[in-house]
């Protein structure tokens, strides 16, 4: 490792404040809802959120993972959380995310993205759910049966995605249409529990809004193969959220095209994130959420990390190129016009999602990552084995195998995202800067 | 022929006889032995079965000179395997520490997941020409895939077994799934598989499968005639040999279990709830505290066999149909839980006083379904305890628990 | 030239006094109590103490281990650096066995897996993570529970013959079971065989998260344990070779990297 330490000129994002503003009102807009006569419904992330906004302008969601992600980084919360569902009897080794998200229920609270609590948790007008992990679908059936006790009925929809992923073929016909049925029934569905009459406009429009979306994320993270990257994985999270929460928003893409300009102009005058990057780092799994510092202290050793297939891969869309190369996925030929076109663009749109890989075939992401490591330059991955999601972190030993093999320097390190309890901060620091010290890294400043 | 002509009121089995019956009374008392004997001797070979797995899959390779397939999920469709003239075992673990799975699967997917894979990588499963997996959990398809790249087998299959069951496009969607599956075996076995191949697999499975239940009838009685532990080998031992050969046995079991007597008090009627179990020495152990497992819930015992395929002529629509409909894995139970409310039925009808709730440490499905399951059996007067297993147990922590939970059952009839 | 490695364990340090890359001409070892650096320097003042040197013919030290920070630029021992322990480790075992790929180090808190590359390089570790029964203080809290002394352990395994499978995924279920073997009479023998069966069951998963190249070096406290390198060898299916001294090749390797700095 030659030790040349460089220092890049760097710059404060200048959307950085549109990007907390745009969360801190989707969490608020969804708490007043019902104020001018809206709809809100509850579900994943990954739930096909631009189906519900064809029932209205005033239609507005609380996804899961993020709200789980935001009761992380508020310790204090979490632990309360935590105490509740353990309290309620639920073993403590379930899916991180989803014990918060009860937690905030039995505790009858809401918390904002500021970290203020409120009092009374807002319930769903309906749930609008997918299911690919084991707890998807029951994270939802829990939170129904949680609501009941409170004297609420919330209707439930739950669109089953696990058919497997088109990693050297498309998939078969029955496959698609398989899902397409279910959120076409979905559709019906959610007339009859809102009373509302269905708008395919408006449907088509969300769609198309997140294709975009999806496709300008995917943009924004290629410019990241830049050297120095204009862009750090820390400050990413802050800004791929918008995809995990508001994808089908037009909000949502010209915040997007705003950021992809802004990082190009970086990439052109050589801006960094990282000012004496030296080593260029992915990561893989959703982070430590409540200790997020562990990025500004690898940076005292030179080290940035670029992002992760999780960062890029679980909003963004890519495809393999003929050529080999991995890139963003090309846009369909033309908006869906009617309801059928939509619901079947969003399905063949969705399958490719790269975070749904690995659910099915290690391989294929492991040969997303070699994608990454190859194409962005990077120089070692950092593997979060994490307790808290059993849904991201599935294979992960077969994917560490993987990248060891084709000769790439892995450090893996335990933790949770969503469950403080279970990271070590201190242990994984020592770790990690072992690690670096192995690669020849020494401390560049305190 | 000597006849005594003395009164005498005998009780054998369940019928009385008079001196007039002497001869079939001597005769029938030959058959009650004879009985109690036979059905020893039944409980006995699955017994053997199980602890004999490996050797008979290999006599069975080397005495018919057919392909063995190992499944890891019930929601692999024996049916088809069985029709392709495949004989399907259940990969299972040995309940040691799995050390060498380390580099293939995070320690933070359950034990049994693990210890699978480890009986692969140790050797144990050389005799497998295929595995097979149905879809269903994370921590599975982590053994599933992991032999799939680290083990050399002739033939991998993974089916997309859908996991919204509730939803009306699972059955149609499942059977497309199982063409695809059908095809792909027909070339590996260099044959077709026939609609009379079907018929004979859904047959075979079915018939297995409702003389099982017929056994779980006897478990209903106020002094059932089989324990916990044997039910639970009956079952797991189908999952290891030939269906014929265990139907055979089965059907021996259903004429002789009529006649037997258990010389034990049955104790407190307990239920045995979780998802794959096979823990024999727990089961052997809490039925000797002074109870006994009147009905399970649990993969390895009725949730396997509970459901038949409806035969008819679209014969892959039909097995579809079974394993959508059949009693759900947590995994595919959503939105409804409609687990939790055959749990309390079953509670209901074979008269459990309490249940045992195995939580494998790390499954998410079944661990999230606790409280619900508490709460539903609560309203029908069922406590439940809930025990966290791993890979190894540690009975005496349990049996203070088990113990006190024993009390909390019966003590409550003392004082009332 | 002299130097010295110091390797500040959870428990102990130790002390090496090392001439020109070839000669140990001491090693010390003492308990690290409350005071990390007072522990230490009392260990390095024994050390010297052996030799009849004074610290300023010392040219260099290096420190190492979990205490190192406390003895770094810190007088008297005023260690001029720190290294992580896996570097110190492959760079001692490389001295001691040129052919060496793999060093495990079980030490007090700790067990490390670290391959070792050309010139003794590291070229991949793993340290157990939070929830494992692979270390010493195991060993000590199980040698209570069965009231005999830690160094009598190895030698009761070694005398069984019978394979207990016991969980170690955590110190705490462990001791369980073992109370609960205690309760069913098995006998002190059995029981210590299964702690270290499960000792080295939960070692030898964590080194085959990097994998096993022969040659196979065993270091740090617990290779003085005879009744533990049997179980590994045969967890991992392979000869392990335990250097002699073996608590102390840490800070062998600090020392001889002190000699390389110092060369630089």
């Given at each position: 490792?030659?030790?040349?330490?460089?220092?890049?000129?760097?710059?404060?994002?200048?959307?950085?404040?549109?990007?907390?503003?745009?969360?801190?009102?989707?969490?608020?807009?969804?708490?007043?809802?019902?104020?001018?006569?809206?709809v809100?419904w509850?579900?994943?992330?990954?739930s096909f959120s631009s189906i519900p906004a064809g029932l209205g302008e005033?239609v507005?969601?609380?996804?899961?993972?993020?709200?789980?992600?935001?009761?992380?980084?508020?310790?204090?919360?979490?632990?309360?959380?935590?105490?509740?569902?353990?309290?309620?009897?639920?073993?403590?080794?379930?899916?991180?995310?989803?014990?918060?998200?009860?937690?905030?229920?039995?505790?009858?609270?809401?918390?904002?993205?500021?970290?203020?609590?409120?009092?009374?948790?807002?319930?769903?007008?309906?749930?609008w759910?997918d299911?690919?992990?084991?707890?998807?679908?029951?994270?939802?059936?829990?939170?129904?049966?949680?609501?009941?006790?409170?004297?609420?009925?919330?209707?439930?929809y739950?669109v089953?995605v696990?058919v497997?992923?088109?990693?050297?073929?498309p998939l078969e016909e029955y496959k698609i249409n398989y899902i397409f049925q279910q959120l076409n029934d979905g559709v019906e569905w959610l007339e009859k529990v809102t009373g509302r009459e269905y708008d395919d406009k408006l449907l088509c429009e969300a769609v198309w809004n997140e294709i975009n979306a999806t496709r300008?994320?995917?943009?924004?993270?290629?410019?990241?193969?830049?050297?120095?990257?204009?862009?750090?994985?820390?400050?990413?999270?802050?800004?791929?959220?918008?995809?995990?929460?508001?994808k089908h928003r037009p909000?949502c893409v010209?915040?997007?095209?705003?950021?992809?300009?802004?990082?190009?102009?970086?990439?052109?005058?050589?801006?960094?994130?990282?000012?004496?990057?030296?080593?260029?780092?992915?990561?893989?799994?959703?982070?430590?959420?409540?200790?997020?510092?562990?990025?500004?202290?690898?940076?005292?050793?030179?080290?940035?990390?670029?992002?992760?297939?999780?960062?890029?891969?679980?909003?963004?869309m890519?495809?393999?190129?003929?050529?080999?190369?991995?890139?963003?996925k090309d846009l369909p030929p033309r908006k869906p016009q009617t309801r059928e076109e939509a619901l079947r663009m969003i399905v063949e749109w969705t399958v490719d999602?790269?975070?749904?890989?690995?659910?099915?075939?290690?391989?294929?992401?492991?040969?997303?990552?070699?994608?990454?490591?190859?194409?962005?330059?990077?120089?070692?991955?950092?593997?979060?084995?994490?307790?808290?999601?059993?849904?991201?972190?599935?294979?992960?030993?077969?994917?560490?195998?993987?990248?060891?093999?084709?000769?790439?320097?892995?450090?893996?390190?335990?933790?949770?995202?969503?469950?403080?309890?279970?990271?070590?901060?201190?242990?994984?620091?020592?770790?990690?800067?072992?690690?670096?010290?192995?690669?020849?890294?020494?401390?560049?400043?305190? | 022929?000597?006849?005594?002509?003395?009164?005498?009121?005998?009780?054998?089995?369940?019928?009385?006889?008079?001196?007039?019956?002497?001869?079939?009374?001597?005769?029938?008392?030959?058959?009650?032995?004879?009985?109690?004997?036979?059905?020893?001797?039944?409980?006995?070979?699955?017994?053997?079965?199980?602890?004999?797995?490996?050797?008979?899959?290999?006599?069975?390779?080397?005495?018919?000179?057919?392909?063995?397939?190992?499944?890891?999920?019930?929601?692999?469709?024996?049916?088809?395997?069985?029709?392709?003239?495949?004989?399907?075992?259940?990969?299972?673990?040995?309940?040691?520490?799995?050390?060498?799975?380390?580099?293939?699967?995070?320690?933070?997917?359950?034990?049994?997941?693990?210890?699978?894979?480890?009986?692969?990588?140790?050797?144990?499963?050389?005799?497998?020409?295929?595995?097979?997996?149905?879809?269903?959990?994370?921590?599975?398809?982590?053994?599933?895939?992991?032999?799939?790249?680290?083990?050399?087998?002739?033939?991998?299959?993974?089916?997309?077994?859908?996991?919204?069951?509730?939803n009306p496009h699972?059955?149609?969607y499942?059977?497309?799934?199982?063409?695809?599956?059908?095809?792909?075996?027909?070339?590996?076995?260099?044959?077709?598989?026939?609609?009379?191949?079907?018929?004979?697999?859904?047959?075979?499975?079915?018939?297995?499968?409702?003389?099982?239940?017929?056994?779980?009838?006897?478990?209903?009685?106020?002094?059932?005639?089989?324990?916990?532990?044997?039910?639970?080998?009956?079952?797991?031992?189908?999952?290891?040999?030939?269906?014929?050969?265990?139907?055979?046995?089965?059907?021996?079991?259903?004429?002789?279990?009529?006649?037997?007597?258990?010389?034990?008090?049955?104790?407190?009627?307990?239920?045995?709830?979780?998802?794959?179990?096979?823990?024999?020495?727990?089961?052997?152990?809490?039925?000797?505290?002074?109870?006994?497992?009147?009905?399970?819930?649990?993969?390895?015992?009725?949730?396997?066999?509970?459901?038949?395929?409806?035969?008819?002529?679209?014969?892959?629509?039909?097995?579809?149909?079974?394993?959508?409909?059949?009693?759900?894995?947590?995994?595919?139970?959503?939105?409804?839980?409609?687990?939790?409310?055959?749990?309390?039925?079953?509670?209901?009808?074979?008269?459990?006083?309490?249940?045992?709730?195995?939580?494998?440490?790390?499954?998410?499905?079944?661990?999230?379904?606790?409280?619900?399951?508490?709460?539903?059996?609560?309203?029908?007067?069922?406590?439940?305890?809930?025990?966290?297993?791993?890979?190894?147990?540690?009975?005496?922590?349990?049996?203070?628990?088990?113990?006190?939970?024993?009390?909390?059952?019966?003590?409550?009839?003392?004082?009332? | 030239?002299?130097?010295?490695?110091?390797?500040?364990?959870?428990?102990?340090?130790?002390?090496?006094?090392?001439?020109?890359?070839?000669?140990?001409?001491?090693?010390?070892?003492?308990?690290?109590?409350?005071?990390?650096?007072?522990?230490?320097?009392?260990?390095?003042?024994?050390?010297?103490?052996?030799?009849?040197?004074?610290?300023?013919?010392?040219?260099?030290?290096?420190?190492?281990?979990?205490?190192?920070?406390?003895?770094?630029?810190?007088?008297?021992?005023?260690?001029?650096?720190?290294?992580?322990?896996?570097?110190?480790?492959?760079?001692?075992?490389?001295?001691?066995?040129?052919?060496?790929?793999?060093?495990?180090?079980?030490?007090?808190?700790?067990?490390?897996?670290?391959?070792?590359?050309?010139?003794?390089?590291?070229?991949?570790?793993?340290?157990?993570?939070?929830?494992?029964?692979?270390?010493?203080?195991?060993?000590?809290?199980?040698?209570?529970?069965?009231?005999?002394?830690?160094?009598?352990?190895?030698?009761?395994?070694?005398?069984?013959?019978?394979?207990?499978?016991?969980?170690?995924?955590?110190?705490?279920?462990?001791?369980?079971?073992?109370?609960?073997?205690?309760?069913?009479?098995?006998?002190?023998?059995?029981?210590?065989?299964?702690?270290?069966?499960?000792?080295?069951?939960?070692?030898?998963?964590?080194?085959?998260?990097?994998?096993?190249?022969?040659?196979?070096?065993?270091?740090?406290?617990?290779?003085?344990?005879?009744?533990?390198?049997?179980?590994?060898?045969?967890?991992?299916?392979?000869?392990?070779?335990?250097?002699?001294?073996?608590?102390?090749?840490?800070?062998?390797?600090?020392?001889?990297?002190?000699?390389?700095?110092?060369?630089?």
């Amino acid at each position: 490792m030659v030790e040349t330490i460089k220092k890049f000129p760097t710059e404060q994002l200048k959307c950085w404040n549109e990007a907390k503003n745009l969360r801190k009102s989707y969490y608020e807009n969804y708490l007043n809802a019902h104020e001018k006569g809206g709809v809100r419904w509850a579900g994943g992330a990954w739930s096909f959120s631009s189906i519900p906004a064809g029932l209205g302008e005033d239609v507005y969601s609380l996804t899961g993972e993020p709200y789980g992600a935001t009761i992380a980084f508020f310790k204090d919360f979490t632990a309360k959380c935590h105490e509740a569902t353990e309290a309620a009897g639920f073993p403590r080794t379930l899916c991180a995310y989803m014990r918060n998200y009860w937690g905030s229920i039995l505790l009858d609270k809401y918390i904002l993205a500021d970290g203020k609590v409120i009092d009374e948790h807002p319930a769903p007008d309906f749930i609008w759910q997918d299911h690919i992990c084991c707890s998807h679908g029951k994270w939802y059936q829990v939170a129904r049966w949680l609501e009941e006790k409170k004297g609420k009925k919330v209707p439930m929809y739950c669109v089953d995605v696990s058919v497997g992923y088109p990693m050297d073929k498309p998939l078969e016909e029955y496959k698609i249409n398989y899902i397409f049925q279910q959120l076409n029934d979905g559709v019906e569905w959610l007339e009859k529990v809102t009373g509302r009459e269905y708008d395919d406009k408006l449907l088509c429009e969300a769609v198309w809004n997140e294709i975009n979306a999806t496709r300008l994320w995917a943009d924004i993270c290629t410019l990241n193969q830049a050297v120095p990257a204009p862009l750090d994985e820390k400050s990413m999270y802050s800004l791929y959220v918008m995809g995990t929460i508001m994808k089908h928003r037009p909000e949502c893409v010209a915040f997007y095209e705003k950021l992809k300009a802004e990082v190009e102009d970086r990439v052109r005058r050589g801006i960094a994130a990282v000012a004496n990057e030296r080593f260029r780092v992915i990561t893989d799994t959703q982070p430590p959420w409540g200790f997020l510092r562990i990025f500004r202290e690898m940076e005292k050793y030179g080290v940035v990390s670029l992002g992760s297939l999780y960062t890029y891969g679980l909003i963004g869309m890519w495809k393999y190129r003929p050529d080999g190369t991995w890139a963003t996925k090309d846009l369909p030929p033309r908006k869906p016009q009617t309801r059928e076109e939509a619901l079947r663009m969003i399905v063949e749109w969705t399958v490719d999602r790269p975070e749904w890989a690995h659910f099915y075939l290690p391989e294929a992401k492991t040969k997303m990552m070699l994608s990454i490591v190859k194409q962005w330059k990077v120089d070692a991955v950092l593997l979060h084995y994490n307790r808290g999601c059993e849904g991201l972190s599935v294979h992960i030993a077969e994917n560490r195998h993987g990248l060891v093999e084709a000769g790439v320097p892995v450090f893996p390190f335990e933790g949770n995202m969503g469950d403080e309890r279970e990271f070590d901060l201190l242990g994984t620091l020592a770790r990690l800067t072992t690690f670096f010290e192995s690669m020849g890294l020494k401390k560049l400043r305190e | 022929m000597i006849c005594l002509r003395i009164e005498l009121r005998l009780f054998v089995g369940s019928e009385k006889y008079k001196c007039g019956d002497f001869i079939f009374f001597s005769s029938n008392l030959y058959n009650v032995l004879g009985s109690a004997y036979l059905v020893e001797e039944i409980f006995q070979k699955f017994k053997d079965w199980i602890d004999n797995r490996h050797e008979y899959a290999k006599e069975w390779k080397e005495r018919t000179n057919r392909k063995i397939i190992g499944y890891f999920c019930t929601y692999v469709p024996e049916e088809i395997l069985y029709a392709a003239d495949i004989l399907h075992v259940r990969i299972l673990g040995s309940h040691e520490p799995p050390t060498v799975t380390e580099p293939y699967i995070f320690a933070m997917f359950c034990h049994l997941c693990r210890d699978c894979l480890a009986q692969g990588l140790k050797g144990k499963f050389d005799y497998l020409d295929g595995i097979v997996e149905g879809q269903a959990c994370l921590h599975l398809r982590q053994a599933f895939n992991a032999w799939r790249l680290h083990i050399p087998v002739d033939y991998a299959y993974y089916i997309y077994v859908p996991h919204s069951v509730q939803n009306p496009h699972a059955t149609p969607y499942l059977a497309q799934e199982l063409a695809k599956f059908k095809h792909s075996l027909e070339e590996w076995i260099g044959r077709k598989v026939t609609d009379s191949d079907l018929d004979r697999g859904i047959r075979t499975m079915n018939r297995n499968r409702e003389l099982m239940r017929k056994i779980y009838e006897y478990r209903k009685l106020d002094n059932p005639k089989i324990t916990g532990l044997e039910a639970m080998e009956m079952v797991l031992s189908s999952q290891m040999v030939d269906k014929e050969e265990h139907s055979k046995l089965v059907e021996q079991l259903l004429r002789e279990l009529p006649n037997r007597k258990l010389n034990r008090n049955p104790g407190a009627r307990l239920m045995i709830i979780g998802s794959e179990d096979d823990d024999r020495i727990f089961m052997q152990n809490v039925e000797n505290l002074g109870a006994t497992f009147v009905i399970d819930e649990h993969c390895t015992g009725s949730r396997y066999l509970w459901n038949n395929v409806s035969p008819s002529e679209d014969r892959l629509g039909a097995i579809a149909e079974r394993y959508i409909e059949r009693v759900p894995c947590p995994s595919k139970d959503w939105p409804e839980f409609t687990r939790v409310k055959h749990v309390v039925n079953l509670a209901q009808e074979f008269k459990a006083q309490g249940a045992l709730v195995i939580q494998n440490k790390f499954c998410d499905p079944h661990g999230i379904e606790i409280p619900p399951l508490k709460e539903a059996l609560k309203s029908i007067g069922v406590p439940i305890y809930p025990l966290e297993f791993d890979v190894t147990v540690p009975w005496g922590q349990f049996r203070t628990r088990v113990e006190a939970f024993l009390e909390t059952l019966t003590g409550l009839e003392d004082l009332f | 030239m002299i130097t010295a490695g110091v390797d500040v364990g959870a428990k102990y340090a130790k002390i090496v006094l090392l001439e020109d890359a070839k000669n140990i001409l001491a090693n010390a070892k003492g308990i690290v109590g409350f005071d990390i650096l007072k522990s230490a320097t009392e260990v390095f003042q024994k050390a010297l103490d052996n030799t009849s040197l004074k610290r300023d013919q010392i040219v260099h030290v290096v420190a190492t281990g979990m205490g190192r920070k406390a003895i770094h630029m810190k007088p008297p021992i005023n260690a001029g650096e720190i290294v992580p322990e896996v570097i110190a480790d492959a760079k001692g075992a490389y001295h001691l066995i040129p052919t060496v790929k793999t060093v495990i180090d079980v030490g007090a808190e700790e067990g490390r897996g670290v391959k070792v590359g050309e010139n003794g390089k590291v070229r991949d570790f793993v340290i157990n993570e939070r929830c494992a029964a692979g270390a010493g203080t195991f060993m000590e809290t199980m040698a209570r529970a069965l009231e005999v002394g830690v160094e009598e352990m190895g030698p009761l395994a070694l005398k069984s013959t019978k394979a207990i499978p016991m969980n170690a995924q955590c110190c705490v279920f462990a001791e369980s079971e073992v109370v609960t073997l205690i309760h069913s009479k098995t006998s002190k023998e059995d029981i210590s065989k299964a702690i270290h069966d499960a000792m080295a069951g939960r070692i030898a998963s964590m080194v085959l998260r990097v994998g096993v190249e022969k040659d196979v070096a065993l270091i740090g406290g617990v290779a003085q344990n005879p009744g533990f390198l049997p179980p590994l060898e045969k967890e991992l299916n392979t000869e392990i070779l335990v250097p002699e001294h073996p608590q102390y090749v840490g800070a062998l390797g600090a020392a001889l990297l002190a000699l390389e700095m110092e060369a630089k």
